[in-house]
């Protein structure tokens, strides 16, 4: 059952009661996967929760965790109509209460099988969704997931207070009722290859291996022993010793994630977020920002870092210059040195993809080693497909998603165009 009281939902009811079901809705043109909102309004008025959490499932399989963590301001609630005048309508917790309720209730009859074997490489985002897609209608998948549980950066790239982990954990269930066969610590590329897949009858392959290679500085003190990489330090938060002072380098999700994490990990601890640009330039969430802000993180722009020490991290200062077109550039003042002490640094800027998975043939990845896809989101392997933020670079949850989708189509026309009847 949902975890959410009754009085959580009749003031959800309340709030849906307040929609307009506007024929054009904002709300609904500003989801990147097109969420019927008005509809699932109307059944949720209706009290037909079951019903619209199918809605919810069939569009986004993922329902259930976007609604957690999808920017919601530059989505579904900052484009409200009603948000002009008055409070926006949160659409972002009703979705949570209907598909949180339907993942735990979860039941289906397994889909009869069509025969066809597709491996999918990656139990995060992308990967999961894959594999519900496809299990649905029928083809034998197999989820291989290097890490011992499924979820990629839901489980270990997102902290457990900005996402409940029983809401990834429901998953694993679902899989199962479905079919699919979950194939936990199985590191495609070192002894295992596409190649392989193949010769065990696999006909296609999905590939979902998200960016889990963190970027480097390429500055003197990235090898210390108090420096660590975010997404490193989020997989395992509590074996860190962090001290008491703390500098976070970066400024998007993952860095208020990192910072907002070793504030739960030392009450006592003093973070610092080092950002190279302007206040107005941090590239996270509004929301995280904020919440990083009232729970102590304290904010440093326009500082550059120039070295790691062991006594923390010498910066230069920035500065912002309107130029002749009008544009902002930034310059550092190399004469402005200037140490922040640290006991603790944890690097977050961004991350890129390990290398490709591949057998005696390579796949073509670009310069930054994200993989190249055509149209239809296969490589340059036949057979071999790819989505997520391996193929974009990282993305929101949503956006992994709605490529997948895509994705998934493609790759039952290739299946079933090459090994079975097309579908009318």
């Known amino acids: 059952m949902s975890n959410l009281s009754t009085e959580n939902r009749s003031t959800l009811l309340e709030e849906a009661g307040r929609c307009l079901k506007c024929k054009v809705p904002r709300c609904k043109k500003a989801c990147p996967i097109s969420t019927d909102i008005p509809e699932i309004m109307k059944l949720f008025l209706e009290d037909k929760d079951a019903e619209a959490g199918e809605v919810l499932f069939e569009n986004n399989p993922l329902s259930a965790i976007c609604s957690i963590v999808c920017p919601h301001e530059n989505n579904c609630f900052g484009n409200c109509v009603l948000g002009a005048k008055q409070k926006a309508i949160p659409f972002f917790k009703i979705e949570q209460y209907i598909s949180g309720k339907y993942i735990s209730e979860f039941d289906c009859s397994k889909p009869e099988k069509n025969g066809i074997r597709v491996a999918v490489v990656g139990a995060g985002p992308a990967g999961i969704t894959m594999s519900i897609i496809l299990a ?14 499924i979820g990629g950066v839901l489980r270990y790239g997102i902290p457990a207070f900005r996402l409940p982990k029983d809401k990834v954990d429901a998953y694993r269930d679902i899989l199962r009722k479905l079919g699919v066969t979950v194939k936990p610590s199985c590191y495609i590329g070192s002894n295992l290859s596409v190649d392989d897949m193949f010769m065990d009858g696999y006909s296609a392959v999905f590939l979902a291996v998200g960016t889990a290679k963190p970027n480097r500085l390429g500055l003197l003190g990235e090898t210390l022993g108090h420096v660590h990489f975010a997404i490193d330090f989020l997989k395992a938060p509590n074996v860190h010793d962090l001290g008491d002072k703390v500098v976070v380098i970066g400024a998007g999700n993952v860095a208020m994630d990192a910072a907002r994490t070793a504030i739960r990990v030392n009450s006592n601890a003093q973070v610092t977020v080092i950002n190279n640009r302007r206040e107005q330039d941090i590239t996270a969430a509004n929301e995280e920002v904020v919440m990083a802000v009232e729970e102590g993180v304290k904010f440093q722009h326009l500082l550059s870092v120039l070295r790691i020490t062991d006594e923390g991290v010498i910066c230069a200062e920035v500065e912002a210059i309107e130029n002749e077109n009008g544009e902002v550039v930034f310059e550092e003042n190399m004469l402005s040195n200037r140490l922040i002490e640290a006991d603790t640094v944890i690097l977050a800027i961004g ?3 390990k290398s490709a998975p591949s057998g005696e043939a390579q796949i073509e990845t670009t310069l930054r080693g994200l993989f190249v896809v055509d149209e239809n989101g296969m490589t340059n392997i036949p057979g071999v497909f790819a989505a ?10 949503v956006e992994a998603v709605v490529y997948t989708k895509k994705v998934a189509e493609n790759l039952e026309r290739y299946c079933l165009e090459k090994y079975g009847k097309v579908a009318e």
């Open 351 to 353: 991350q890129g993809p």
């Open 388 to 397: 997520g933020d391996v193929v974009s670079g990282p993305k929101t949850v």
């Open 136 to 149: 649905k209608k029928g083809f034998q998948v197999t989820l291989m997931e290097a890490q011992d549980q």
